[in-house]
Every structure is written in structure tokens, then in C-alpha cells.
């Protein structure tokens, strides 16, 4: 998340999520870590942490209205949807006024849209741009981390890896260098015709 290692997800299934439904698990200790080099990955954020973490996984069956609390650094993945029912989460972050925020997350998630866009249909302006009046620390966002994810994404791709797959997807959707969200589509297109 960056900004502060005092970053907290709190993960909300939107209805009743257990048995093959599956739901969200977090490595025990795992926050305990640090921060962990990312590689590409299938599912959901198109990356995982490498390790073996099979001992310390930890998940319960949950109810709408449960909440799932865990630090930033904490390893975490979703467990396998086997039944034919979608399961619907959100996920809301929390960190302390007082610690610095990545510049990147005072934008909508991956600046998809504008503020301005998203806030054109309400009728209430109350909230709007709350944190414009706070005194924040606001820090760059460091990117090293997604490039060298990237980098490996590209390596498999062109070895034939489909893990790479959610991450060039990704890249190819968002990144903000227009060579390379080209190189991510001709990658995506030659694990296609493999």
C-alpha cells in the first residue's frame, strides 16, 4: 500500500461467503516479514509473494456483516471458489492521520476515473474532497516494486508461463507508459496463440 507500514484492510464479504464459496485466508505471522518482492500471479491483484506459507493459513466460514481486519504486509489470498456462485467482497483501508499516504491513493483506484467523475451524480457535497483539509504527509508513490513484478511478468510470458497473464492484463489496462502497455498486449497475444 505504501505510504505507512500502519495500513489496515478491512476485507467485508457482501453476503454469507463459506463452504465452496471459500473466502478470504491470511498467513499467520506473515506480517512479521516486512515488505516481500511481488511475482505475477493468476486471480485476483495479479501477484502473490513467493514462499510457502501452507502451515499458516487461516480462514473462517463468514457472515454478511463479518469483518476481516489485517495489516498491510500481512500475505493474504482468496481461497477457491468451487461452487457456481459469484462471491462479492470489498475491501476498505484505514491507516492513522498522523503517518505519511501514498500520493496514489488520494486518486480513485488506479485513476480509472477522475474525483470529478464520480462525484458528478451526487446531490450531497459533504465529503467530497475531505482530505484536502487534513494536514497530511503525503509521499510518491514507489513503483519499484510493480516494475520488477512486470519484468518477470514479461520474462515467463515469453518462456510460455500463463501465470503471466493477469499481470500483462494489467499492464496493459493501466500502465501509465504507453511502449510498454504495447509490449504487455503482444505478450498477452503470443500466450494466446501458444
Known sequence: ???TERFYTAWIPLGDCGGDLGGLQVA????ANGVLPLHPAMGAGGMEVPGDYSDQWLANDMAAGDVLLFN???VHAGRPNLSDRMRLSIDLRYQPLSEPISEEWLHPHRRKFTWDQLYADLDDDTWQYYWRDRDLTVVPFDRRYYEARDRLSFEIAAAGDRRAEATLKRIADRDPDPEK???AIAAL???ESA
Not at 499467520?28 to 506480517?31: P, T, Y
Request: no cysteine; net charge positive.
Open 28 to 31: 499467520a505471522g506473515s506480517h
Open 189 to 191: 497475444r503470443a500466450l
Open 72 to 74: 498491510a504486509l500481512t
Open 1 to 3: 500500500m505504501q505510504g
Open 181 to 183: 502497455r504495447a509490449r
